[in-house]
């Protein structure tokens, strides 16, 4: 008996001295062969836009391609699900954010992954301003003006999004609870396009999206925005008046953006990646590029994988608060 428990355990010693080499070996060599990038939205998303040039450049920092797969569906879950259950030798990597990561963890009761448990964040990349846009023919001109509006006229008012739990729904949600508005109806939409544009139709009031979907209406004037959804003023419209500022209290309405590997990465391959992350960042043609899609990187502070995961953590608990408040009901 005593000499089979010492075969075990010799067994198990020799298999996990392999697997440590094996994990030395990957972390050494990574990337050895194209990474996977993926995106749990669509073509043409502003997730999908914002990965294409990170992409771009990791692919050049790495040496090795990155390639953009878009999986959409569930709200964005089925692509960070994948991940998730992928293996974990750093060739499948996801593009999470706010949604994905943070909201999705009390939208969902029973939610397909464990942002907190499931991962290991590479690191933070950029944020983009969630903004607060009205029809053009909507008799306001401030927020002071539109949250009496709402207030007196909420029964007959409607509010846009991009699909249940994402961004845009729960930063209308955070307005609209803030007003004190209760009667509001929320009409959801497969992606922000079609949104946009009954927006613009006049056949929804409101809607809050990223930025970046706002800035056609900014140049054309084909809507009003009234504010941008932020604590502080946006150095990308920095004559755009915070929320905050002309009287609703709103916590920060970020999209914010990581990349995040499976968890058990080696850690030399999340070392690398997180260091490649930050050279990309600090490449000024991304950073112009990202501007020209209302897009930040943000400050090389908040670039660390411990940082990433800490910000997780209280963005979890942020915004469940939120959707408790704004009594938004879980899926």
């Given at each position: ?5 010492r ?16 994990a ?89 992954i ?45 509010f ?11 930063a ?23 949104a ?8 929804i ?37 915070t929320?905050?500022?002309?009287g ?11 990349l ?72």
């Amino acid at each position: 008996m005593r000499l089979f428990l010492r075969m075990r355990i010799a067994c198990v010693a020799c298999w996990l001295a392999l697997a440590a080499t094996l994990a030395t070996a990957t972390a050494q060599t990574w990337p050895s062969r194209f990474v996977t990038l993926v995106v749990p939205f669509g073509a043409g998303s502003a997730s999908d836009t914002v990965a294409r040039i990170l992409a771009a450049r990791l692919s050049e920092l790495l040496g090795q391609q990155m390639i953009v797969e878009n999986v959409a569906g569930g709200g964005g879950m089925v692509g960070v699900s994948r991940v998730a259950k992928a293996a974990p030798d750093g060739y499948q990597v996801v593009l999470g954010g706010v949604d994905t990561f943070a909201q999705s963890q009390y939208l969902f009761k029973n939610p397909v992954i464990n942002a907190m448990a499931d991962f290991a964040p590479a690191g933070l990349a950029v944020e983009q301003p969630l903004v607060l846009v009205v029809r053009k023919d909507l008799p306001v001109n401030n927020v002071r003006e539109f949250a009496g509006y709402v207030k007196a006229n909420q029964s007959k008012m409607t509010f846009g999004s991009a699909g249940v739990g994402a961004a845009p729904h729960l930063a209308c949600y955070m307005v609209t609870a803030a007003i004190g508005a209760t009667a509001v109806t929320h009409v959801p939409y497969r992606s922000s396009a079609p949104a946009l544009q009954d927006l613009v139709a006049g056949t929804i009031d409101y809607y809050c999206p990223v930025s970046v979907a706002a800035m056609p209406l900014m140049a054309n004037s084909s809507a009003k925005v009234l504010a941008v959804l932020t604590r502080e003023r946006s150095p990308l419209f920095p004559d755009l008046p915070t929320a905050a500022e002309q009287g609703l209290d709103v916590v920060d309405g970020y999209y914010w953006m990581g990349l995040f590997l499976p968890k058990g990465a080696p850690e030399g391959v999340v070392t690398t990646l997180n260091k490649a992350i930050g050279a990309m960042l600090d490449t000024p043609a991304v950073q112009a590029r990202l501007k020209d899609v209302a897009t930040t990187a943000v400050p090389p502070a908040q670039r660390s994988t411990a940082y990433l995961q800490k910000y997780v953590e209280t963005e979890i608990v942020k915004w469940a608060g939120i959707m408790k408040a704004s009594n938004v009901p879980q899926q």
